[in-house]
Each structure stands twice: as C-alpha cells, then as structure tokens.
C-alpha cells in the first residue's frame, strides 16, 4: 500500500494483514529514508558513518539499522542543521517549553503539514467516528496558544463537530462555567469532552466534591491527551480515572479514550475501544535498550521509544524519543492490525516537557498567587 492511499482510506490501512502491513511500512519508511539521505547533510554524514543508504533496507528486519535522531538536539540552538527542507520552505513552528524552561522547536514544511493533518483527521474518523455533536475543550485555544502541540492536535477535531468551546483562558480553569456550557447543550447535541488528562480530572473531583450529578449522552467520548503525569511528580492513576468518569459522567470505559505523541513526531497513537493505542501504519516504533540504544528489543520488552515516522519531509522523522514503553504486534480484538503502543514513564534524567505539564503549572501557580491575594486582603 501506498503512502497516499494509506492517508486516504485510513480504516483499510488500519486493518491490513500483518504481512501486508510489514511490506507496505517498510516500502514507505524506505521512501522516506531514502528523501533525507539523499537532501540533508547533516542525516547523510550519519548514515555514511552507520555504513547504511536506502538500498540496504531491503525488509523489515533492516528499519532498526536506520539511523535515529534524539529529541534533545530539538532543543539545541544548531537544530535548523535537522532541517532536510530549506527554512524558507518551514510552515508551522510548534514549539515545547519542557520543565527547564528551553523550547523544544519541532518545523513542519507545507507537505508534512499537509499530510499530518489528513493523517490525523482520518485517525479521528475511524476510531471516534464523530461527525457532529459539541465538543469541550478543556484546554486553551489555538488563538491563545498558537505553537502549543497539543492543542493544534486537538483543534483538528473541530472541523467534525457542530459547536465547541474552549474552557481554559488566560491559564484559568473554572469548572462551574464547564457545567454550564455543557447544560446548555443537553438534550440537543452529542456532548464529548476533550482536553489533558489532568483538567478533566480537576473538572471530575468538582462535581465529586459538589455531589453535582451529570449524566452525558449514549455516545459521547472523553478525548485525551498530554500524558498522565503531573509537574509535582504525582501519576494520575488511569484505573480511578475510568471508575470516577463512569460514576460522574455515567460514561463507559469504552468510550473514554486516551492518545500519545510527542511534538516533534506527527505520529499520534489513538486508542480503540479496548484502551489499545494503534500506532499509524505509515510509522514504525521500534523498543530500544535503555542503555544502548542501537539495540532493538522485542515486542513486549521495556525500552526506550524510537519512531520512525515516513510521513515528514521537513527533517527526518526518526526520532529516538525520552520516553520509555513497550509494543505490542499481537491481534487486537478491535480489528486493527500493526502495532500498539503503550507509554510508561520519562527517561530518567529527561525533564517532563509536555504541553499539559507547562498548563498545568501555570493554572496551579496563578491559583496558589490569587489565594495568597485574598489571604492578605
Ligand atoms: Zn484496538
């Protein structure tokens, strides 16, 4: 399959067979691999030193030899030397402030922008298969914050429902006016809440704490994103998570459904309905040993998280990522074929540099600054 028809028609890329789904990833990651060895000279030295040009990836087995490139060099002032496009070429900056206050800057050129957004789009429609309905952002808004990752990929959704509202402005959460908007929509449209983990778990403890009972609609979904680890180091649990937005939101489990992606990747893994994140099938991860990382793990085995994206054009989108996790090639029940993906925890010694982590921070210290306020009046 190709590249295009796998953007295109995204619910028979999805369910390929397994031999199928190997040839295809392997032919498109070649073709990528193959752009960026021939336009960028920085990739190319790597690739003349690891002994490797596009004609060695002949199988599956040889997508490990590619060389990857780590998060960190993001963050470095020389990172325009990543670029395989001209800068000239660049569309969109996204951009990470990370804990330690350095931005993580991600370019994207017109024809990675292009193909991640219909990569994306096409995502949402074979696992959420929203076409109207209200959408809550519980997160700021585009306008707001223009280079946040995470809510450009959320914004993307949108374009499918018939209202939205962003709840979060100027870094302040109030859940009394989430309420409200969400009881303006009862009874007329399908309503879905969207945002990190982190804020709708906030909005779940206020209407706990205020006993406020709220039941949403037979199809609504709970759309996350951000990661569920928060600044001061605590983990939402995702167990108590599923149980509390079932007893709050008379919700099930099935319905609530997580993502994981990092912004210098255009690979989103969404869940299906058993809480399995489907890796798109035009990426490959591939699990590597946490103390070396030229080493390839197995399915199932615990490393560090290594995507190798086909779809950017912009740099080269093998990326060896901060995160630890693990795959999984085995059958889900949902019909989907490739790989899943599960997160597990930082690298120890990165810093937490995801968007719902500089949110949340800010939202407590502004909460902690107004107390303090009031306390002195
Ligand atoms: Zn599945």
């Known amino acids: 399959m190709e590249l295009v028809t796998m953007l295109g028609m995204p619910g028979e890329a999805l369910r390929v067979a397994r031999d199928d789904w190997r040839e295809s990833l392997t032919d498109v990651v070649r073709q990528a691999f193959a752009l960026h060895f021939e336009r960028n000279g920085f990739y190319r030295a790597q690739c003349d030193a690891a002994g490797l040009a596009p004609s060695d990836i002949r199988a599956w087995a040889d997508l490990q030899r590619i060389p990857l490139l780590p998060v960190s060099m993001f963050k470095q002032a020389g990172a325009h030397v990543l670029m395989t496009c001209g800068l000239e070429d660049v569309e969109i900056e996204i951009r990470s402030t990370g804990t330690s206050g350095v931005p993580s800057v991600a370019r994207r050129d017109s024809t990675t922008v292009t193909r991640a957004s219909v990569g994306i789009f096409g995502g949402y429609r074979d696992f959420f298969g929203i076409s109207q309905g209200a959408g809550l952002f519980l997160c700021p808004s585009t306008a707001e914050v223009p280079e946040m990752g995470m809510v450009k990929i959320f914004n993307l959704l949108t374009g499918m429902l018939d209202d939205h509202r962003y709840i979060v402005r100027e870094y302040s959460f109030d859940?009394?006016?989430?309420?409200?908007?969400?009881?303006?929509w009862e009874g007329r449209m399908t309503r879905h809440l969207i945002g990190p983990p982190f804020i709708i778990a906030r909005f779940l403890k206020y209407l706990e704490l205020e006993d406020i009972p709220l039941t949403l609609d037979p199809d609504s979904l709970i759309i996350m994103l951000g990661g569920w680890k928060q600044y001061t180091g605590n983990s939402i649990s995702r167990d108590d998570f599923n149980e509390k937005a079932q007893r709050m939101l008379g919700i099930d489990r099935t319905r609530i459904r997580d993502m994981y992606g990092m912004i210098e990747s255009n690979m989103l893994a969404i869940e299906c309905e058993h809480q399995r994140k489907h890796v798109p099938p035009w990426c490959y991860i591939s699990i590597r040993d946490v103390t070396d990382a030229s080493v390839e793990l197995e399915p199932g085995k615990t490393?560090?998280?290594?995507?190798?994206?086909?779809?950017?054009?912009?740099?080269?989108?093998?990326?060896?990522?901060?995160?630890?996790?693990?795959?999984?090639?085995?059958?889900?029940?949902?019909?989907?074929?490739?790989?899943?993906?599960?997160?597990?925890?930082?690298?120890?010694?990165?810093?937490?540099?995801?968007?719902?982590?500089?949110?949340?921070?800010y939202i407590d210290s502004r909460e902690v600054v107004s107390e303090c306020e009031l306390a002195d009046a």
């Open 175 to 184: 859940p009394e006016e989430a309420l409200a908007q969400l009881r303006s």
């Open 303 to 361: 490393g560090g998280i290594a995507i190798l994206d086909a779809l950017n054009t912009a740099y080269p989108g093998f990326l060896l990522s901060d995160d630890v996790g693990e795959v999984d090639e085995g059958d889900c029940p949902c019909g989907r074929t490739g790989q899943t993906v599960k997160f597990r925890r930082r690298r120890q010694g990165a810093e937490l540099g995801c968007c719902a982590v500089s949110i949340e921070k």
